[in-house]
């Protein structure tokens, strides 16, 4: 793991040689940091902070909002 820790360092500090550190770790632990990175490519972190914030509520409901164009006052 401070393995790991180092190389998490030098990737964010931009310092070479970061892949000799994990080269000899164990083929489960380069793939867990694999999918790992691949959540936040896939899923940017906005999208991933707007899975966390949305109440639950809103997933079960059985009704859908639906926003009007026009402009004026409130309802």
Do not use: C, E
């Amino acid at each position: 793991m401070m393995a790991f820790m180092t190389w998490a360092q030098m990737i964010v500090t931009f310092q070479g040689g970061a892949a000799d550190l994990v080269a000899s770790a164990h083929w489960v632990f380069k793939l867990h940091i694999f999918l790992g990175l691949t959540v936040f490519l896939v899923f940017p972190f906005s999208r991933l902070v707007h899975i966390w914030s949305a109440p639950f509520g809103y997933l079960t409901r059985n009704y859908q909002v639906v926003r009007s164009r026009k402009t004026g006052g409130a309802r």
